[in-house]
């Protein structure tokens, strides 16, 4: 007979049936009854033994952590907080686990000292749950675009072009790292490198999104990104996921209105379909809280965070009344901000997004219309030529979670622009001949899928909703 998966058995309506299992021990009360888990739900099967005519030395195997087989009655369950059990006739240990030294312990651990423990922290609720939750947002996010005519595409992890114009790469070579050759002026040789050329890991799939978006319309990227900045925040990663949709014949406009759409789709589906995980992580959230100082307790639940995401509009706002409010805020009269916003042109961090999103306007807000010198090269100029046609989205709790926008499509603006920026027309030479041959108007944005993750689930720091997370210093597993 094939085992069953504990969400099919604790979802069977007969019972009075012979079934089997597979799973882990979470936890062994009394000699008596195991709680199973197999990862398929949140919730355990309780498995009762009949200990009495249960060999001892078996018993003894029968520990937190240890993987069994087992077989026996589905029954209905007279215990609490579940509607049926399996009454047991034989067990058989997969797997042992030695009880004292399992790391994951049926009690409380810190998120640090899971971290450490990233290969076996899915083996707790938590991490279940949020790994779950990840899995259903990438099958939603592929359903959307899938459903509104985007086509899926591969874009290079490994690339010659530093799309955000950064500087942040991780580098790819196979040099001899001791004694690379040199050229004439001394410095690295990268024509002997692989690639004859120097290349490093990609920040963004945008640049060869777009040269597929002016063929084939609609199309969108998931795929992992790289970036060798030194922030050692909850909310960066050195490799993180990227999702970037670039539509043809849209404007910054449809991007806002593209975005919004995605975004209420994504949650909605998670709502409607991740239903016990999401109880569980808010149920999590609501004890943390306990704990915390009046001030510091989230004002909503988290699914009346993620419905209020679902059923609002997101507040649009141009960067220049984006300044205007937080010259004229009290945090920055009072001296609260780390940085003081005084005059317009100034980047914002994410002290002054989340004074405007959680204080402020208290709902996800687009702003755009960026200063054209704090951001990329190939955001659209405005008349005013001063301002380019950017959008990031902010998130309560998170801060900047998509950054997008309106792509220069006229070569003579974008060649100027690479040559103030320095960026060397024969770098770019593809991205500038879709300036050349039948150009249009198009747009695009990147979601953070780390940040979405940590949005959907109430997870506070980035290290806790990616399975091992690269960071400064730390590449573990
Ligand atoms: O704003 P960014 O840098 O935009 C781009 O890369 C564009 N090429 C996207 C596009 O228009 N196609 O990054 C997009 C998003 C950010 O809003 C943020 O959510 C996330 O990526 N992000 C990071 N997430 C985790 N760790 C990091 N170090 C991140 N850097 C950016
Ligand atoms: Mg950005």
Same mark, same amino acid.
């Given at each position: 007979?094939?085992?069953?998966?504990?969400?099919?058995?604790?979802?069977?309506?007969?019972?009075?049936?012979?079934?089997?299992?597979?799973?882990?021990?979470? $936890?062994?009360?009394?000699?008596?009854?195991?709680?199973?888990?197999?990862?398929?739900?949140?919730?355990?099967?309780?498995? /009762?033994?009949?200990?009495?005519?249960?060999?001892? $030395?078996?018993?003894?195997?029968?520990?937190?952590?240890?993987?069994?087989?087992?077989?026996?009655?589905?029954?209905?369950?007279?215990?609490?907080?579940?509607?049926?059990?399996?009454?047991?006739?034989?067990?058989?240990?997969?797997?042992?686990? @030695?009880?004292?030294?399992?790391?994951?312990?049926?009690?409380?651990?810190?998120?640090?000292?899971?971290?450490?423990?990233?290969?076996?922290?899915?083996?707790?609720?938590?991490?279940?749950? /949020?790994?779950?939750?990840?899995?259903?947002?990438?099958?939603?996010?592929?359903?959307?675009?899938?459903?509104?005519?985007?086509?899926?595409?591969? $874009?290079p992890?490994?690339t010659g072009s530093d799309a955000e114009g950064?500087?942040?790469?991780?580098?790819?070579?196979?040099?001899?790292? #001791?004694?690379?050759?040199?050229?004439?002026?001394?410095?690295?040789? !990268?024509?002997?490198?692989?690639?004859?050329k120097e290349?490093n890991?990609t920040v963004s799939?945008q640049l060869e999104a777009e040269t597929? &978006?002016?063929?084939?319309?609609?199309?969108?990227?998931?795929?992992?990104?790289?970036?060798?900045?030194?922030?050692?925040?909850?909310?960066?990663?050195?490799?993180?996921?990227?999702?970037?949709?670039? /539509?043809?014949?849209?404007?910054? &406009?449809?991007?806002?209105?593209?975005?919004?759409?995605? =975004?209420?789709?994504?949650?909605?589906?998670?709502?409607?379909?991740?239903?016990?995980?999401?109880?569980?992580?808010?149920?999590?959230?609501?004890?943390?809280? #306990?704990?915390?100082?009046? &001030?510091?307790?989230?004002? =909503?639940?988290?699914?009346?965070?993620?419905?209020?995401?679902? @059923?609002?509009?997101?507040?649009?706002?141009? !960067?220049?009344?984006?300044?205007?409010?937080?010259?004229?805020?009290?945090?920055?009269?009072?001296?609260?901000?780390?940085?003081?916003?005084?005059?317009?042109?100034?980047?914002?961090?994410?002290?002054?997004?989340?004074?405007?999103?959680?204080?402020?306007?208290?709902?996800?807000?687009?702003?755009?219309?960026?200063?054209?010198?704090?951001?990329a090269f190939y955001?659209?100029?405005?008349?005013?030529?001063?301002?380019?046609?950017?959008?990031?989205?902010?998130?309560?709790?998170?801060?900047?979670?998509?950054?997008?926008?309106?792509r220069e499509e006229?070569l003579?603006?974008l060649k100027e622009k690479m040559a103030e920026l320095d960026i060397p027309e024969e770098e770019l030479w593809w991205y500038l001949d879709l300036r050349k041959?039948? $150009?249009?108007?198009?747009?695009?944005?990147?979601?953070?899928?780390?940040?979405?993750?940590?949005?959907?689930?109430?997870?506070?720091?980035?290290?806790?909703?990616?399975?091992?997370?690269?960071?400064?210093?730390?590449?573990?597993?």
């Open positions: 007979m094939k085992h069953s998966t504990v969400a099919e058995l604790l979802s069977q309506n007969k019972t009075q049936v012979e079934v089997e299992a597979k799973g882990w021990v979470r $936890t062994f009360r009394a000699n008596r009854f195991i709680a199973l888990n197999d990862g398929s739900t949140i919730n355990n099967i309780q498995c /009762v033994i009949d200990f009495e005519n249960t060999d001892e $030395t078996l018993l003894k195997r029968i520990t937190t952590g240890a993987a069994v087989h087992i077989k026996g009655t589905l029954v209905e369950s007279h215990g609490k907080g579940q509607s049926v059990e399996i009454q047991v006739t034989s067990i058989d240990i997969l797997g042992d686990s @030695d009880a004292d030294e399992y790391p994951i312990q049926p009690k409380k651990h810190s998120f640090e000292f899971l971290r450490e423990n990233a290969h076996l922290r899915t083996r707790t609720n938590t991490f279940s749950a /949020v790994m779950r939750l990840r899995s259903s947002l990438s099958f939603a996010i592929h359903k959307y675009f899938n459903e509104n005519g985007f086509y899926y595409m591969h $874009t992890i490994i950064a500087g942040e790469m991780f580098r790819v070579s196979t040099l001899d790292a #001791k004694s690379p050759p040199l050229n004439d002026e001394g410095n690295i040789d !990268y024509k002997q490198d692989f690639f004859s290349t890991l799939g597929y &978006a002016m063929s084939l319309g609609k199309v969108y990227t998931f795929g992992p990104t790289f970036r060798a900045e030194n922030s050692n925040t909850s909310r960066h990663l050195s490799e993180f996921w990227m999702i970037e949709p670039e /539509v043809a014949f849209m404007d910054l &406009a449809g991007n806002m209105d593209l975005a919004e759409d995605f =975004m209420r789709s994504i949650l909605s589906y998670v709502l409607e379909n991740n239903k016990e995980d999401l109880a569980f992580l808010e149920q999590r959230l609501i004890q943390e809280d #306990k704990f915390k100082p009046q &001030a510091e307790r989230n004002e =909503m639940t988290l699914t009346e965070k993620l419905k209020f995401v679902v @059923d609002n509009n997101f507040k649009r706002v141009s !960067y220049t009344e984006a300044i205007d409010i937080l010259r004229n805020c009290k945090p920055n009269k009072k001296k609260k901000f780390k940085y003081l916003i005084n005059e317009w042109g100034v980047d914002l961090q994410s002290e002054h997004e989340r004074f405007l999103v959680e204080k402020h306007f208290k709902c996800p807000v687009i702003l755009f219309d960026y200063p054209a010198n704090i951001k955001m659209r100029l405005n008349d005013d030529g001063k301002t380019v046609r950017a959008m990031d989205i902010l998130f309560p709790g998170i801060g900047e979670i998509v950054g997008g926008s309106q006229r003579e603006v041959y039948g $150009t249009a108007e198009h747009s695009g944005f990147g979601l953070g899928f780390e940040r979405l993750v940590m949005f959907a689930t109430g997870m506070s720091n980035i290290r806790d909703v990616i399975p091992y997370p690269r960071t400064p210093q730390n590449a573990e597993f």
